[in-house]
């Protein structure tokens, strides 16, 4: 009757432990939404904070066109984490040149 006692109350603990596997708990910001660009139509700009180690090389401040940038997330001054890659030569943006040459971003996920 003890060792059902005991395994019952290492079972409810177990049960009991709650675990965090949310992944935006775990994510730090690591941009922000700045505004719509000049010249590439609709399209967002955000700058990724200096704190964040993977920017890829830039001239411009951290600031890139974000490509795929979801509609909820347009909301200027808006703190938020992206992963993003490189864009293919398709997918590059044909922007008109009349405001700084931001480079650009190809962004996979928002949170």
């Keep these: 009757m003890k060792s059902f006692f ?36 609709n399209t967002y700009l955000v700058k990724f904070f200096d ?15 974000a490509i795929n940038l979801p509609e909820e ?4 001054n808006l703190e938020i984490h992206i992963n993003y890659r490189l864009p293919n030569e398709n997918e590059i943006l044909n922007c008109t040149s009349e405001d700084i040459a931001y480079p650009q971003i190809y962004i996979e996920n928002v949170e």
């Design 51 to 65: 704190s964040y180690s993977n920017i890829p090389q830039n001239t411009a401040q951290n600031t890139f066109y």
């Design 6 to 41: 005991l395994t019952f109350l290492l079972f409810f603990i177990l049960l009991s432990c709650s675990n965090n596997n949310d992944s935006s708990d775990n994510l730090n910001n690591n941009a922000k939404v700045l505004r719509v660009g000049m010249d590439c139509g």
């Design 73 to 76: 997330y347009k909301i200027e």
